[in-house]
């Protein structure tokens, strides 16, 4: 069963009126009238408040007796003051519980005293309760649309002030609210009774929402988030920006809060829709949605997709996709301090964008803006676009021939013809070798594929993460050695940060450097710097670029060369001795 929802806001201004009477010909005393002020203590301004005299009567100074409609309600006829018509039927039709409290109830002290009685039942089960019955907000609801202003708030000294009312039971409702996006919800309606100066702070009323992705190289830490008395921490490594392979799989977390004032509406509407660049294909399988209560996840208590949860339109590859919640107020345990978190995978494709502008993902959210109108199809609002990005990189290599120069016109590159060009495989941290297809890295893989050198000696591997890899030479130009294993080191430096993409949109204010080392990217113990891309520069296109050099190989002699006639002589040479000795020892015989 849905949970009894209480407000308090409404909390003084029941318990004011425990003590109104049934009807008579009083009216206010004189030292009531114009003596009261009520104070709406927002600090924010842009925002309207109008007050509404529901009830008045005659005020002893402690109670508000004689009960009759208020001048926000009510038309003189022949100086009686009269509920506006239609707003006694509707006071009639209030529902509780399936209870019709009101029913039969057509006078002002008669109704008054149903919400005082309300309110001391109230305090017996709960004493000193600062919170008020599901009929005050009920009450408000049917009052409202026959309510007009009895006063305006004027704003000053960082708060709203209602001054020189007379003494009664007031509605007061927020009519006009700031135009910042994300910003924009109604406050419940607050019902005060001006026997004394009244005073409220209004809740907080919209939700919040951040997104992270995982990075799976760099450990920056983690984030914690905040919600009443709900803290939820991200797993370590989940920041705002991120570099990957193609082909790897990216995780991506959405984390919403409620608002503090979720019990002052029927129904809170609340809807992730999340957008993927070209280069990210959703997996929709791994979509998974949490209420968070405790500031950890429990995997066994991961909501269903489902009318009675959320409802989803993901579908593998899908550019955008919703989580929708009807009414997330409707699930068992969610309250305002509570906090919705999403997670789900998507893999970085064959189109993700190389270095700038990268690969973003962003993710806004509608939610329900004002508690006065109820309903699956009240107004909501939507927070502005929150993003991650994800970025992917370039190795470009060009292979020259021995002689070579730096810097000079007559050097040789290797070619893309049999015998001259030279092939490659680049391998991963895991040993693994990278699988080209359709000219870039998707995957890899014990062979992994083997890329070649083109007509000017250049060869690539494009869509590489920040990192460390080994590149082979696997063919050789003939007549030249083949080069030792390279150890190469992509280094790309990212800036992380809660506020990314809140307070700048631009992807190089976050790929900030990207640098190619040989053997380690510490210079200080024999790394070696081969490429700085500046902001300016390559980074641009997320390209690092470099060459190497083959060195030929040694000119031995071969068959039927000068080589042959100093073996014959050599040989001859030795013939000739060994006789000689043959003969001396002959000699020394016959001696």
């Known amino acids: 069963m849905k949970k009894t929802r209480r407000f308090a806001a409404f909390a003084a201004s029941v318990l004011a009126v425990a003590c109104m009477a049934a009807p008579m010909s009083g009216v206010l005393s004189a030292d009531a009238a114009g003596t009261y002020k009520i104070t709406v203590n927002n600090t924010v301004t842009g925002y309207t408040y109008t007050a509404s005299q529901i009830f008045t009567g005659s005020f002893d100074g402690t109670v508000l007796g004689n009960i009759v409609w208020g001048s926000g309600v009510s038309t003189l006829v022949d100086g009686e003051a009269v509920a506006k018509a239609g707003l006694v039927d509707a006071i009639q039709k209030i529902d509780v519980d399936g209870a019709k409290p009101f029913a039969g109830k057509s006078t002002a002290a008669d109704i008054a005293k149903v919400l005082s009685d309300a309110a001391s039942a109230l305090e017996a089960a709960e004493p000193g309760s600062s919170h008020d019955a599901t009929i005050a907000k009920k009450f408000a609801d049917a009052v409202a649309p026959y309510a007009t202003a009895t006063a305006t708030d004027d704003y000053k000294d960082s708060k709203y002030e209602f001054t020189g009312l007379d003494a009664g039971y007031y509605l007061v409702q927020n009519t006009v609210i700031p135009g910042t996006a994300g910003t924009e919800t109604y406050t419940r309606y607050i019902l005060k009774v001006a026997g004394e100066d009244a005073s409220v702070t209004p809740k907080g009323e ?51 809060t409620l ?153 040789t590159t290797a070619d893309d013809q049999e015998g001259t060009k030279a092939g490659f495989k680049l391998y991963n941290a895991d040993g693994k070798a990278a699988v080209i297809e359709n000219g870039r890295v998707s995957g890899w893989s014990e062979e992994g594929v083997e890329v070649t050198t083109d007509s000017y000696g250049k060869f690539s591997f494009i869509g590489l993460d920040d990192g460390t890899y080994i590149l082979k030479e696997t063919t050789t130009p003939k007549g030249y050695n083949t080069m030792k294993d390279m150890t190469l080191v992509v280094k790309a430096t990212t800036k992380n940060g809660d506020t990314y993409m809140e307070t700048d949109m631009t992807p190089s204010a976050v790929l900030t450097a990207l640098n190619l080392y040989e053997n380690s990217a510490d210079t200080a113990n024999g790394g070696k710097l081969l490429d700085t891309a500046a902001a300016t520069g390559n980074n641009a296109n997320g390209i690092v670029d470099t060459i190497i050099v083959n060195e030929k190989g040694s000119n031995l002699p071969s068959t039927g060369g000068m080589g042959t006639t100093l073996f014959y002589v050599g040989g001859g040479a030795l013939a000739l001795g060994a006789g000689v000795l043959l003969v001396t020892k002959k000699r020394m015989s016959n001696k």
């Open 259 to 411: 608002p503090d004032n979720l019990d002052d509406y029927d129904k809170y509407k609340y809807i992730f829709e999340d957008t993927l660049s070209e280069g990210l294909t959703l997996d929709a399988d791994t979509i998974k949605v949490y209420i968070v209560n405790d500031g950890t996840l429990d995997t066994e208590t991961a909501l269903t997709s489902g009318d009675a949860t959320y409802t989803t339109d993901a579908a593998d590859g899908a550019a955008t996709f919703k989580i929708s919640f009807a009414d997330i107020s409707a699930i068992d345990g969610v309250t305002g301090n509570s906090m919705v978190i999403v997670q789900y995978d998507a893999e970085l494709n064959e189109k993700a964008v190389i270095g700038l502008d990268g690969n973003p993902n962003q993710v806004n959210l509608t939610y329900s803006s004002n508690p006065n109108n109820d309903g699956a199809n009240g107004p909501t609002n939507k927070t502005p676009d929150e993003y991650v990005i994800v970025f992917t990189y370039e190795l470009d290599v060009t292979k020259y021939l021995a002689p070579y120069e730096e810097g000079g016109a007559s050097n």
């Open 206 to 256: 919209y939700p919040t929402l951040e997104k992270k992705v995982l990075e799976n190289v760099k450990y920056t830490g983690k984030y914690t988030h905040e919600n009443g008395t709900t803290d939820y921490t991200t797993a370590a490594k989940y920041n705002d920006v991120a570099d990957y392979n193609i082909g790897d799989i990216v995780k991506f977390e959405l984390i919403g």
